[in-house]
């Protein structure tokens, strides 16, 4: 009997778990299953949805490590479902995260990039596992999370409410705005295929949009609100 099972989407794997096998089992097939796909994961950046079992943050970290380890591979972020199966999701090597009671009853996810001239619509918080390219646009009723890079359009509580917030692995947007707020920058929109991994979260401060680098601090701010 197989101890887990690897599924790819775009930019990521799940790795579903049999809650019949100890822990120590399943550690043990991650083992042998990832060395022998060294050579296909080989330099990949990529998100991961632990599925199957409950885990605590220490066994997570050991199926990570060993993953990363054995097919020489990065894993940016950890995506799975909580108790009540509303979505979550953290960075690896316990940077900051968000909890899933921040969201609502549910948060879509959209796998795959955004491409150009696509436009994306949701009454809910939205997980984005990929790129928005630019000429895209994403709109979400409350929060937008980019696991990629954001070089599109983003639009946070288009229903004018300020208090929700943009991430984005790379954050380099074409016209961002949160609720009747938009950010300003100065700098053109910057799209390559392989971006550079700078977390970055956009939100309403003093009635205007502020972009800050990811801080333990700023999670703790939404993670109260």
Not at 58 to 66: C, F, G, K, P, W
Not at 93 to 109: L, M, Q, R, T
Request: charged share 25%.
């Amino acid at each position: 009997m197989a101890c887990i099972t690897i599924k790819s989407f775009s930019n990521g794997i799940r790795l579903y778990m049999d809650s019949e096998c100890s822990f120590d089992e399943i550690l043990k097939e991650v083992d042998k299953k990832f060395t022998e796909s060294a050579g296909f994961f080989k330099n990949s950046k990529l998100a991961v949805s632990l599925e199957g079992r409950s885990l605590t943050e220490d066994q997570e970290r050991l199926i990570v490590n060993t993953m990363e380890s054995c097919a020489n591979m990065s894993i940016l972020y950890i995506i799975g479902k909580d108790d009540d199966s509303a979505i979550n999701f953290k960075k690896n090597n316990d940077k900051p995260y968000f909890e899933a009671n921040n969201y609502s009853s549910s948060c879509e996810i959209y796998k795959g990039d955004v491409k150009k001239n696509v436009v994306l619509e949701f009454d809910t918080s939205v997980i984005i596992v990929g790129d928005v390219e630019p000429d895209a646009i994403v709109k979400s009723s409350e929060d937008i999370i980019v696991l990629g890079g954001l070089y599109g359009n983003a639009y946070a509580g288009f229903n004018n409410e300020n208090t929700h917030f943009v991430f984005a692995a790379e954050m380099s947007p074409q016209r961002l705005l949160i609720g009747p707020y938009r950010y300003i920058t100065k700098e053109k929109s910057f799209w390559s295929i392989k971006p550079k991994y700078q977390n970055k979260i956009a939100y309403v401060m003093d009635n205007k949009v502020v972009v800050e680098n990811c801080s333990r601090k700023i999670f703790e701010l939404f993670q109260g609100k």
